[in-house]
């Protein structure tokens, strides 16, 4: 197996049609919280992609790989952060679809955690939601506001055309206290 990639929690591989996510031992912690927290994790994000799948969400197929391992569908593309950097011209009807699958993780309380232009994979012009490892369940809106919040910061720090934030919402269909609230983080956020 080849390594893709090594994070703060995880190891990527490269294993054919798939990528096999290790979750990583730390050292610093005792051994049993360690082996607790690394099954917890590796279940939740499986858990969530699977209920999220069976909803319509694009997500790669996912299956459990021992106690602390998952594999992921490749999914073949480009990160939405990548296209963005070559042309962020025509890509209002993507960013629509965008907002609306963003829109159905959060109406079925699941909030992703990481909603960076990196975690987004397009496919035919169909965004992909990978990197589910800081996802969790949640009904509050300050929750879904603030994964909006750290998006769209995201977005604009690539020099995105606000036009497609405009799409985005067109198809995540906020309403007027979601949209107060994500103001109120951004005031927030600020004096941080």
């Known amino acids: 197996m080849k390594i893709i990639s090594r994070g703060a929690e995880a190891i990527l591989y490269d294993v054919g049609d798939k990528i096999k996510k290790e979750r990583i031992s730390k050292t610093y912690r005792l ?46 593309g480009i990160t939405l952060q990548k296209l963005i950097k070559t042309n962020d011209q025509n890509l209002n ?24 232009p990196t975690n ?3 496919n035919n012009m169909q965004p992909f939601l990978i990197d589910f490892g800081l996802s969790y369940q949640s009904k509050s809106i300050e ?11 995201l977005l604009r720090s690539l020099h995105t055309n606000e036009n497609l934030i405009s799409a985005f919402f067109k198809g995540y269909l906020p309403n007027k206290l979601f949209l107060d609230k994500i103001e109120q983080i951004k005031k927030r956020a600020r004096y941080l």
């Open 31 to 76: 051994p049993q919280i360690d082996i607790t927290l690394r099954k917890t994790r590796a279940r939740k994000e499986l858990n969530n992609m699977t209920r999220l799948a069976a909803i319509g969400v694009n997500v790669p197929h996912i299956t459990q790989d021992g106690d602390f391992g998952l594999r992921i569908d490749k999914i073949k």
């Open 93 to 116: 009807v993507l960013f629509q679809m965008l907002g609306e699958q963003i829109k159905k993780i959060h109406d079925f309380d699941i909030i992703h955690g990481d909603l960076a």
């Open 120 to 122: 987004m994979v397009i």
């Open 143 to 153: 929750d879904k506001a603030t994964d909006i919040v750290l998006f769209l910061k």
